[in-house]
């Protein structure tokens, strides 16, 4: 039977505004409904648009956004419900490592302090001397060196940053960490050498990752399964073998077909798609991609696609699947 670490269920993260009536209330809906489970040492990446709610979704795991509804359980733990002190021990057992180190590093703070800070907060070191190693272990562990542990952030370079937030992750010896962009502030040689560490760091920690970016390629090298998302909601999920191999829902197919392949003679139709994203204060109706779908039916316009299993480990929401199975 499956090990599943994280469950979400039907989550929902909705923030109200002014509506469009005096004294009413509208919502974007952020993330719309969303459920995905994350076996023990899987790394499951998420892909999509600015704009999709795939951050939020993160962010909305480890409530540093306050879902509007829905069930999430962590490692046998409902938090579904927990306030913000509840929280404090579970986020020994879930971490962020965000896009921009440099904005999530405080400037005042030496990479020792800001190492040393979660092992503190968390009681993990007994004495000052046990302190120095562990943080000094993590530096060495992320590839830095022991000199670096005096120094500020504005020393370093983005990929060196980077190296740094993973290790205040790291320090709490984390089960899940949530990777929200974590290379794509840094050149594609960098993103290289950080996507490698976290590989390597996830097999000596026996981490567990969900990994969000805009880029499929970026996902691919790290993922084993990866959920396409669309407006608040998943429209495929799959193991990457299979979704990359058959990427069924237009949306999908499009992401792929801009995703750059080393050798230039090989032949890809790009599919262009129009226009941007809609606002997720008022989503189209029926299927929420059939604004931009070049295979767009009179159905989509009208009912929300159902989910079509397409093989164990990959699903679609598609009416072209459906009519298909
Ligand atoms: Fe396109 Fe229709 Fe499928 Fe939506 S349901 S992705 S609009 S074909």
Do not use: W
């Amino acid at each position: 039977m499956a090990d599943i670490l994280l469950n979400v269920e039907d989550m929902k993260i909705y923030y109200p505004v002014a509506g469009k009536k005096f004294g009413t209330t509208d919502y974007v809906k952020a993330v719309d409904g969303v459920s995905f489970q994350v076996e023990r040492g899987e790394v499951f990446g998420i892909v999509g648009e600015s704009g999709c709610g795939k951050s939020t979704l993160g962010r909305g795991i480890c409530k540093l956004e306050q879902p509007t509804g829905g069930k999430v359980v962590l490692d046998g733990e409902d938090i579904s419900s927990y306030n913000n002190s509840q929280m404090r021990p579970v986020r020994k057992k879930v971490q962020m490592v965000f896009q921009d180190p440099y904005a999530s590093l405080n400037p005042r703070m030496s990479i020792f302090d800001i190492i040393a800070e979660p092992l503190i907060i968390h009681g993990l070191t007994k004495d000052k001397a046990e302190l120095e190693a562990k943080v000094l272990d993590l530096l060495r562990k992320v590839g830095l060196d022991d000199y670096h542990a005096n120094r500020y952030p504005h020393e370093f370079s983005g990929g060196q940053r980077q190296r740094i937030g993973i290790a205040r992750a790291l320090a709490v010896q984390p089960k899940l960490i949530i990777a929200d962009e974590p290379v794509s502030a840094l050149d594609v040689s960098i993103q290289a050498q950080v996507l490698n560490l976290m590989n390597q760091l996830k097999k000596e920690f026996n981490l567990t990752y969900i990994f969000v970016a805009h880029d499929l390629s970026v996902v691919e090298h790290i993922s084993d399964r990866v959920g396409v998302m669309y407006l608040g909601n998943f429209v495929e999920v799959g193991s990457k073998e299979s979704l990359y191999k058959a990427p069924t829902h237009p949306y999908t197919q499009a992401l792929l077909s801009a995703v750059p392949v080393p050798d230039p003679t090989a032949k890809k139709d790009r599919v262009i798609l129009e226009g941007n994203i809609p606002s997720p204060l008022n989503p189209p109706t029926g299927c929420k991609f059939h604004t931009r779908c070049p295979k767009c039916m009179e159905i989509c316009k009208k009912e929300a696609p159902v989910k079509t299993q397409l093989t164990d480990d990959h699903y679609v929401y598609c009416h072209l699947a459906s009519q298909k199975g």
